[in-house]
């Protein structure tokens, strides 16, 4: 890479965690009233009438809730009651942790996430708990549940078994469940186990990291218009050549001359940061001060 276009890149990104951590959804407490609406796509979107997911109920618990960001659309939160009673019923000793949903009104988060914006999208720890003090024993901000692979990439039975396995095809069989991301190590051990055709797989989708949690990530609900779904699952299981590709080396970079080199790739410009129709949804409000920022935003964007 040429020095120039490292520079370029290098203070893209900068202004990319600017602009990231000066989301000013990420400071917004409050949802806003009236029906649910699931506004945009989930990596650029917000929701209107989100709903909180209680701090604790059946076979659930909602953990680092001091990052509030564990609101959601109706039938994400019946989602993840659903998965906790379905958890009950096996085992009374432990609960799920339910870990990020969205911010009150979605939007971009000022870290982890670029997802997760419009309400449909939750976190699933694969390590259960005992109870609320429990759980923020095992998985305090900054450090994480353990990940369910050993160093060769292959499911450690310290941590994973039946229940894990039991919550992943539950969360597929969920009508409104649109996919699933997994790290694809998991994705390999499960479709070993059920055999390539079982049809739940079709909704694991293999990603990066996900080893410790599981994503789930809804259709768009009825009610929604404005809510523009992902395109759709590729078909079959998955379990063939998509997999296999995953974990095929990668080619040996070979060196070469300056002169070889293929142009540079334009750099893609970042899309705007809000669609029309969350507007109205972030400047709804009375704080003088959030107000006058979020004016801010919206005015440059
Ligand atoms: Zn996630």
Redesign the pocket.
């Known amino acids: 890479m040429g020095k120039r276009l490292s520079i370029a890149l290098a203070l893209l990104a900068t202004a990319g965690l600017v602009q990231a951590s000066a989301s000013p959804w990420a400071k917004i407490e409050t949802a806003t009233p009236g029906p649910p609406r699931v506004i945009g796509k989930v990596s650029y979107g917000c929701i209107s009438g989100a709903e909180a997911l209680p701090e604790t109920g059946v076979g659930y618990v909602s953990i680092r809730r001091h990052r509030n960001r564990f609101y959601g659309h109706p039938e994400t939160l019946k989602l993840v009651q659903g998965l906790g009673e379905e958890l009950a019923k096996r085992r009374q000793d432990r609960k799920l942790m339910i ?2 949903l969205s911010q009150p009104r979605g939007g971009l988060m000022s870290s982890m ?1 670029r ?2 914006q419009n309400g449909v ?1 939750v ?1 699933v720890w694969f390590t259960l708990t005992e109870s609320v003090e429990h759980a923020k024993k095992l998985a305090p901000e900054g450090n994480d549940p353990p990940s369910m692979l050993q160093a060769d990439k292959r499911l450690t039975s310290q941590h994973w078994g039946e229940d894990q396995l039991f919550l992943l095809k539950t969360a597929a069989e969920n009508p409104q469940v649109e996919r699933i ?1 997994i790290n694809p190590g998991i994705k390999l051990a499960v479709c070993a186990s059920q055999g390539p055709d079982a049809p739940w797989l079709q909704k694991l989708r293999p990603w990066h990291g996900h080893d410790a ?1 599981f ?1 789930v990530r809804l259709k768009c609900p009825e009610g929604s218009p404005d809510c523009e779904q992902q395109a759709p699952l590729p078909p079959g299981s998955g379990c063939g050549a998509e997999l296999a590709s995953w974990f095929k080396p990668k080619p040996a970079v070979k060196p070469t001359k300056e002169a070889e080199k293929p142009p540079a790739k334009p750099v893609k410009p970042a899309p705007p940061p809000i669609p029309p129709q969350c507007r109205p949804v972030l400047a709804q409000g009375t704080d003088a001060k959030l107000a006058e920022q979020r004016a801010d935003f919206l005015s440059t964007h």
């Open positions: 870990g990020d996430h997802s997760h999208d976190d991301f949690h994503h």
